[in-house]
Structure formats: structure tokens, C-alpha cells
């Protein structure tokens, strides 16, 4: 009878272990759900309103405009040559236009500049200067990301929202507003604010013009391009057009409304 009561007081004992164990172990927990509960509380309200409204910034930038949409009461025909094809904040890449992308040099790009390209750069090696691309091709969601990237960049720097679109805007086109969805645009050497200083930039303003590309973003037609200068940005137009460009110091807005109004005095 004694050895049968000895037995049930220790598995009375252990069983009194395991329940006290198990107590502790749930307390535990209880501290640290309500410590985690405690820091999400803490971060939610030194978070801003602004930066929850926009939980997803591609959700939040400007829809892209439509490809066959423009501006109300604004009459504008695409040239038929399809080297002077313009897209910008106001026009969309038309429906008709045919991309023939291929990837060369490390980018996608329109296979019908591919050459001209190659030549621009072994003339450009034999003047020591050493010219390869960073960009080419972008389609829609390609651009969505970049311009998202770049909103986000300017927030973050402790703008309003509002003034980081506009901002972003400058320097990163809205999807469908981006001349790199034709793959005739490139960007040369990286994105380099200091490219401009370069001895590569300066043999491009010279020479550039005589493989048919352009400097897309000049200096001085920020006001007409709405896009800031950007050095490293060029544009393929076909010889005869990047020569007369040059020419008459005139950005791609410009030329194509020198091309019409010419066209038009000649009927």
C-alpha cells in the first residue's frame, strides 16, 4: 500500500511540473505578443498619413495615357518617316508604329539603328574615345518601375507627394510619355550627371550628327522638351535630319513644326 502511494504522489509531482512549465511557457508568450503588438503600434502611428494612402506607388502615379489619346482641341499627324516618330509628355507612341527590337550591345534596341550605332562607335574608338550603351528599349512596365523608383526617391527626400510626381516627371517619363518605348532612343556611358564634361560628350556634339543620332534633351529646350538636360540621351533621326537639326539648333519638337510649316508653305 506505502510503495502505491509513493508512486501516485511523484506522478502527482511530475504532473504538477509539466502544468507549471506549461504556465510559464504561455506567460512567456503573452509578454512577448503584447511587446510585438506594442513596437506595430508604435510604428504605425510615427508613420505618415501620406505614406500610407500610397501603400503602392505604381498604384498611385498618374495612369498612363492612352496610345491613341491626345490632348483635347490639339491636332497633331506623326511624320511619315518613322526616324522622326515623337513621343513626348503630349504625344504617345502610335499604334501603327512597328518596333523591330533585337538586343545588341548589351541593351534591346530597334535593329534599324544597330549599325548606325556600330559605326558611330569603331569611328569613335579610332579617336581613343570609348563609347558603349547603359539603355535602350523600355517598354511600359519597364518605365513604370523607373518612374515609381523615382517618385519614391523625391518623398523620401522630404517633399510633398504632389511635388514629387511633378519633380520624378522631369527626369523619368511616365510610362507611354517615354521616347525609349520606340528602342530608336539610348543612353550613352551610364546615367552620368557630369557626362556632359566629358571628353565622350564632346566628341558626340561634334560628330554625332553624322550617324544620324541627335542629342534628344538639350540645355537650353528644357522649356520645350519638359524634360531636364540630359547628356547622356540620344536619338537616332537618320543623317540627313540629325544634320539639319544641328544646323538650326533645333530639338525634335521643334523640327518636326519646321518640317510641317515648310510642308505647308511649299503647297
Given at each position: 500500500m506505502y510503495q502505491e502511494k509513493n508512486k501516485i504522489r511523484k506522478t502527482l509531482s511530475a504532473f504538477a511540473v509539466v502544468i507549471v512549465e506549461l504556465?510559464?511557457?504561455a506567460a512567456t508568450t503573452a509578454v512577448f505578443v503584447?511587446?510585438?503588438e506594442h513596437i506595430d503600434a508604435k510604428k504605425a502611428e510615427a508613420k505618415p498619413t501620406a505614406v500610407s494612402s500610397k501603400a503602392s506607388v505604381s498604384s498611385a502615379v498618374q495612369p498612363s495615357p492612352s496610345r491613341t489619346s491626345q490632348p483635347a482641341g490639339q491636332q497633331f499627324e506623326q511624320p511619315d518617316d518613322w526616324r522622326l516618330v515623337l513621343v513626348n509628355y503630349e504625344h504617345t507612341l502610335p499604334e501603327t508604329f512597328q518596333s523591330k527590337i533585337v538586343n545588341e550591345f548589351n541593351v534591346n534596341m530597334d535593329s534599324r539603328i544597330v549599325e548606325p550605332f556600330r559605326?558611330?562607335?569603331d569611328a569613335a574608338l579610332k579617336d581613343d574615345i570609348h563609347l558603349w550603351l547603359s539603355s535602350g528599349y523600355r517598354n511600359d512596365e519597364k518605365q513604370q518601375k523607373l518612374y515609381s523608383e523615382e517618385i519614391e526617391a523625391y518623398y523620401k527626400a522630404g517633399i510633398s507627394y504632389e511635388d514629387a510626381v511633378s519633380e520624378a516627371a522631369k527626369s523619368v517619363a511616365p510610362p507611354g510619355t517615354s521616347?525609349?518605348?520606340t528602342g530608336l532612343a539610348i543612353d550613352v556611358n551610364g546615367v552620368l550627371e557630369d557626362f556632359g564634361g566629358t571628353k565622350e560628350f564632346r566628341w558626340l556634339s561634334e560628330h554625332a550628327q553624322d550617324y544620324g543620332f541627335i542629342l534628344r534633351y538639350p540645355k537650353d529646350k528644357q522649356d520645350i522638351t519638359h524634360i531636364k538636360y540630359e547628356a547622356w540621351h540620344f536619338r537616332y533621326v537618320g543623317v540627313e535630319h540629325a544634320k539639319k537639326m544641328k544646323e538650326l539648333n533645333l530639338c525634335l519638337e521643334e523640327y518636326i513644326d519646321y518640317?510641317?510649316?515648310?510642308?505647308?508653305?511649299?503647297?
Open positions: 504556465a510559464l511557457m503584447m511587446a510585438f559605326q558611330m562607335r521616347e525609349h518605348i518640317l510641317n510649316k515648310n510642308q505647308t508653305a511649299s503647297h
